[in-house]
């Protein structure tokens, strides 16, 4: 699943996967003609719309392909660099810039790439942008405060606007054929001799316009893999691939207690929770992110049975069912959820239970609430209590 | 093919989508530009003026202590591979030749010296908006983010905006290419 970095890409290898990236990147853009200045600032004049068509069909094609990616559970969209927002900044930074694309012809990677054939404009595009980056270096200072004010962070369009990812992509692959339409008649009209419109066939664009809305509705349709599988394992009558055992409270204790290194407690309740009630040696993963791909060493341990805690029994047995249904085994679930641990195992006046071994289970259990109350503190004394942090991906320019 | 003819846009387009989904789907980030100029300011600034680039807030955010040289960053080498890719396309497409190029009323001075004012303005609105063309509004919009949406409709309303009054730079006297 990816993405591979940082997991399977150390930072090394991600700088040869970088310089990699960047020729692919360089190459297309150089065939797509973005060496010429000309070219590219003909989108604001009319008479050649190559950066809207190039550009719009490689946002859309990504925005797809990331989708379609995530639908068939290949890529974690939870890992992935999401670039913040700052709003104002956003805008009056967007608008600075495209004062700048008219007045140099150029925006930066293109810039590169014209430089790499010999553009001596370009060249001097490039020199300034390093002017740029000083000259706003040593003012920074001053406007400080503006450059990071209306921060939304790592906001999407798609929870501003409250609409679902495949519909929104959806609009956007309309939004492309709908401005290439209208662009391609409006460059014929301003330049009717150079216009590249008017060498296109048209049946072959509106074929590929065709095959794009068709592969974006799939993609809009296409039910999420996480979302199918919580409903698979909601459905009356699931029965998983592997067994699904349950764990008693009062097993889960003496295993803790005995610090069984076939066992591994994992901790699905909410922080808040977590940090009221402690248990002792959990990993503390979110109920909503199992799947998560940061914790898939955790899950893949085969020989270690694997605890699901949660705040009810139903919340652990569905996770539970999950990891099976992704291919997970060894997994178990607490029976009764935590309050039933907390009300056989640590509360003092647990009901006395029936038969010979009654004493027995109530001794135990006296030891176990001191056991796991100074597990608990030397816990928090060594200050290993604290949940992971996840790694992601930095990203961004 | 002739030397002006570029790629299909459309094809074009497909394919540099798959490039950034690649990216996307290999590294968790997106493709960028503006990035790699951000780190050779910053490594230029700090060996010249390292006390400087300590007490600079701009700088030293970006050179936290034991943190790996700012030159060894993944958008430089990236911009390398552009350097060298958009090398190999010109060579095979017989488009290596060292030449300004300007409209037709411009003069190659002229031409020039409103790149290099372009340039700039390209610099400083990308560390305002945190990233240009392709880090903040392509590969955000590949993602959904609300800053590559609004930094791609920001930078070409503004471009539409002006276009009027830089147009002594590109067109001829009569309207067209």
């Known amino acids: ?397 | 093919m002739t030397k002006d003819s570029p790629m299909n846009p459309y094809l074009a387009g497909f394919l540099l989508g798959l490039v950034l989904l690649l990216t996307i789907f290999i590294t968790g980030r997106g493709l960028g530009a503006s990035g790699a100029t951000k780190n050779v300011v910053v490594a230029a600034v700090n060996a010249v003026a390292p006390h400087h680039a300590a007490a600079s807030p701009f700088y030293s955010k970006l050179l936290p202590p034991g943190h790996e040289a700012p030159l060894k960053g993944w958008l430089v080498f990236e911009v390398l591979g552009v350097l060298i890719g958009a090398f190999v396309s010109g060579l095979s497409a017989d488009r290596l030749k060292l030449v300004t190029e300007r409209g037709p009323r411009v003069s190659v001075g002229g031409r020039l010296l409103f790149a290099a004012a372009g340039g700039a303005l390209f610099g400083a609105g990308a560390q305002l908006a945190r990233g240009c063309t392709s880090g903040a509004a392509l590969s955000g919009m590949a993602v959904l983010s609300v800053a590559g949406f609004v930094t791609m409709m920001a930078i070409f309303g503004s471009g539409f905006l002006f276009a009027w009054f830089t147009r002594t730079l590109w067109l001829g006297a009569k309207a067209g290419r």
């Open chain 1, 1 to 397: 699943m990816g993405p591979f970095v940082p997991d399977l890409i150390s930072d090394q290898l991600n700088l040869v996967v970088a310089l990699a990236i960047g020729f692919l990147f360089g190459y297309v853009l150089e065939q797509a003609g973005f060496s010429s200045s000309r070219r590219l600032v003909g989108v604001f004049y009319g008479y050649d719309l190559t950066v809207l068509r190039v550009f719009f069909t490689g946002a859309v094609t990504a925005a797809v392909g990331v989708l379609l990616l995530a639908a068939g559970g290949l890529l974690d969209l939870t890992a992935i660099f999401v670039n913040p927002t700052w709003l104002t900044p956003a805008i009056v930074g967007g608008a600075i810039m495209g004062l700048g694309f008219l007045l140099g012809g150029f925006c930066p990677g293109t810039s590169v790439c014209a430089v790499a054939i010999g553009k001596v404009d370009a060249m001097a595009f490039v020199g300034g942008s390093f002017l740029g980056v000083f000259g706003y270096a040593e003012l920074f200072p001053r406007f400080a405060a503006f450059a990071d004010s209306t921060s939304l962070g790592p906001a999407k369009v798609t929870t501003a606007l409250g609409v679902s990812q495949g519909v929104f992509v959806l609009l956007l692959a309309g939004a492309a054929v709908l401005a290439f339409t209208v662009g391609g008649l409006v460059e014929k009209k301003v330049a009717p001799e150079t216009a590249p419109s008017r060498h296109f066939p048209v049946r072959k664009h509106v074929a590929a316009a065709a095959v794009l809305l068709a592969v974006a509705a799939f993609a809009a349709v296409l039910p999420n893999r996480n979302a199918r599988l919580i409903a698979k394992v909601n459905a009356p009558g699931y029965v998983p691939h592997h067994v699904v055992k349950a764990m008693t409270p009062d097993e889960l204790a003496f295993r803790i207690l005995d610090r069984d290194p076939h066992l591994r407690v994992v901790d699905l309740r909410a922080e808040t929770a977590r940090k009221a009630r402690p248990l002792p040696g959990t990993i503390a993963v979110p109920a909503a992110d199992v799947l998560g791909k940061e914790w898939r060493n955790t899950f893949s341990e085969r020989m270690v049975r694997k605890v699901l805690v949660a705040e009810t029994e139903a919340e652990a047995r569905t996770a539970a069912f999950l990891l099976v249904e992704t291919g997970f085994e060894n997994v178990a679930y607490l029976e009764g959820g935590y309050p039933e641990f907390e009300r056989t195992v640590l509360s003092p006046a647990a009901p006395e239970g029936e038969g010979r071994f009654a004493p027995v289970v109530e001794r135990f259990r006296e030891q176990a609430r001191v056991g796991l109350a100074e597990r608990v503190r030397l816990e928090r004394a060594a200050g290993t209590a604290a949940p992971k942090k996840v790694k992601k991906v930095q990203g961004g320019c």
